[in-house]
């Protein structure tokens, strides 16, 4: 609270959402999964305790993770185990390295012991994490079924509380639509045809997607940060399974998807590839095209767009200097042309069929 009254801004951060979350997690669920089971071993019922404590904080912070971070940690009750001795011991130790004077060779001791401490945690957990099967990726929820998650953990956690059977009934609804949401979008999917340009700054990204396939045109190899941060979450969130993957200069010919030079044709729709290595262009019939993606700055061509083309759109990427987007989109106005922006845009998704 005192917190939020600092800057109530907070209560939009990611790490301030999980960390509250936990901590109500452990103050409501945990007294409930504890009593799940009772060992008369000391030590068999303080472990117990500890996977009481992981299990509580894993279930409430799931929905907010999973919208978040579209990922579940497979091995968290053992993770969470194995970094539970060194957290303490980095934190007790800390605690006294704090309010001991510096002490030359102690200070130093205590530093060591900190120290090799948090590596050899980050060593385990970095080891586990690389296990097979260690997480379960590509979980995309939109906020609808993110919300639905939250209502069936709270109906269910209620019943095995209260024994009242219309809870049981909430949870087991809210798991029905929660469901029904999910195959929706995973037979929507499948039928979706759609031409996605990808705002990348100085580098390009167009998704020719076909169902659960899709040809990605760019010059970022699939390695890149940039290709995993940007494109790969696209193609993820679409569950697109299959994937090619062309340089702007290739040709190449598949099912759905041909290009021809600077030619895309994708299923009934076409782009043009306009950049400053056919600035030049001239033909003695007018070429129709869906849309003309302009990139590389070529200023030249804005002058032969009404004389040379018949285009449904305009599609200016982000990587174009400020003054040639301004022209492009002064000329685009000028000749009553449709136009985006991708710099004020994250991306223009073209012919859904949804």
């Not at 917190?3 to 939009?12: F, N, R, S, V």
């Not at 912070?61 to 579940?72: I, K, R």
Request: net charge positive.
């Amino acid at each position: 609270f005192v917190l939020l009254l600092y800057d109530p801004l907070y209560i939009t951060d990611v790490g301030f959402q999980l960390a509250y979350i936990a901590v109500a997690g452990l103050i409501v669920f945990r007294p409930m999964v504890y009593k799940w089971f009772k060992f008369r071993n000391k030590v068999a019922d303080k472990l117990w305790e500890l996977c009481s404590v992981s299990i509580a904080a894993q279930l409430i912070t799931f929905p907010l993770s999973a919208f978040y971070f579209h990922q579940f940690p497979v091995y968290f009750l053992a993770s969470n185990l194995l970094a539970f001795i060194p957290a303490a011991i980095i934190m007790y130790v800390g605690i006294i390295y704090l309010l001991l004077p510096h002490v030359p060779v102690l200070s130093s001791c205590l530093a060591f012991i900190i120290e090799q401490t948090a590596r050899l945690m980050n060593k385990a957990l970095a080891w586990m994490e690389h296990l097979p099967l260690a997480s379960i990726n590509k979980i995309w929820l939109s906020q609808i079924e993110y919300l639905l998650l939250y209502l069936i953990i709270i109906a269910g956690f209620s019943f095995l509380y209260y024994r009242r059977s219309w809870l049981l009934g909430s949870a087991l609804v809210c798991l029905l639509v929660f469901s029904i949401s999910i195959s929706y979008k995973r037979i929507a999917g499948i039928k979706s045809n759609n031409i996605t340009f990808l705002n990348l700054r100085k580098h390009t990204g167009i998704v020719l997607r076909n169902g659960n396939k899709a040809v990605v045109i760019s010059d970022l190899p699939d390695t890149d940060k940039n290709y995993r941060y940007s494109i790969q979450p696209y193609l993820d969130s679409s569950k697109v399974e299959n994937i090619s993957l062309y340089k702007p200069d290739q040709n190449f010919s598949t099912a759905f998807a041909q290009k021809q030079y600077n030619y895309v044709q994708f299923l009934n729709r076409s782009v043009l590839l306009f950049d400053k290595h056919i600035n030049n262009f001239g033909a003695k019939e007018k070429l129709t095209t869906n849309y003309i993606y302009l990139s590389g700055n070529p200023y030249p061509v804005l002058n032969s767009l009404n004389k040379n083309f018949n285009c449904g759109m305009l599609v200016i990427d982000a990587g174009n200097s400020d003054h040639f987007i301004n022209e492009a989109e002064r000329h685009a106005k000028a000749i009553h042309l449709n136009f985006t922006t991708l710099k004020r845009n994250i991306s223009f998704i073209a012919v859904s069929n949804q």
